[in-house]
């Protein structure tokens, strides 16, 4: 089975300034899709980025990007220019790229306060 | 395009009772999954649906049941109400294509009494 960590409970920023979330994964597919996802106090869930696994480049949204690094199982993400809209729950999940399933394997959450 | 639905957005119940939330997925999403989110289990898939089929179900009592109805809404049940179901849940409906994002509805907050 595959399971998600993200060691940070708790992470703070300060506006403007850049901020890392870690995250690593366990898994011995080879096809798998990793996704960063936002949860604010209203407790919608909001994709951030996605990685595809077979994809080497790292991918980017504006002021959010990855480091990913497969053969570490590593999926970090990086909030450039952190802006107080940012503070949120953000969630690490894995989904397997084989077969039909799209279940969702969560870490369990960085809460992440932006500092004015 | 509008979003994923859940409904009611809040709920209170009490052990032993039943309840059925309810969820409409975003128009063309043919799956349907379910998660629970408590603080302590954090969140944790319940069952994914599709064209009306339960395609994979998580590590959850059979009290916990879902179904899918033609038009792709889906419905989740749990019976026999006790004080761990307490939750938050929460529906997401899977779009088409190669990554099929999950997208997320406002949640269904259940506390049970």
């Known amino acids: 089975a595959q399971t998600v960590t993200q060691s940070q409970p708790e992470m703070s920023v300060q506006e403007a300034e850049t901020v890392t979330l870690s995250c690593t994964y366990d898994t011995s597919e080879s096809d798998y899709y990793l996704f960063w996802y936002k949860q604010p106090p209203s407790r919608q869930m909001i994709l951030v980025i996605r990685?595809?696994?077979?994809?080497?480049q790292n991918a980017t949204e504006n002021r959010f990007s990855v480091n990913f690094q497969k053969a570490a199982k590593s999926f970090s993400l990086k909030i450039s220019d952190s802006q107080l809209g940012d503070a949120a729950m953000y969630f690490c999940a894995y989904r397997s790229g084989r077969g039909s399933a799209r279940q969702l394997t969560f870490g369990s959450g960085t809460q992440l306060t932006v500092l004015p | 395009k509008a979003g994923v639905t859940q409904t009611p957005r809040y709920l209170i119940k009490t052990r032993g009772q039943q309840v059925t939330l309810s969820c409409s997925p975003i128009?063309?999403?043919?799956?349907v999954s379910w998660y629970q989110q408590t603080p302590g289990q954090g969140l944790q898939f319940l069952f994914e649906y599709f064209s009306e089929t339960q395609r994979n179900k998580g590590n959850f009592p059979g009290r916990f049941s879902g179904r899918q109805f033609s038009n792709s809404r889906s419905e989740m049940n749990v019976s026999t109400l006790e004080l761990g179901d307490s939750a938050l849940y929460l529906c997401?409906?899977?779009?088409?294509?190669?990554?099929?994002?999950?997208?997320f509805g406002p949640g269904t907050r259940l506390t049970v009494l």
């Open positions: 997401a409906s899977s779009s088409p294509g190669t990554y099929n994002e999950q997208f």
């Open positions: 990685q595809e696994a077979y994809k080497q």
């Open positions: 128009s063309g999403h043919r799956s």
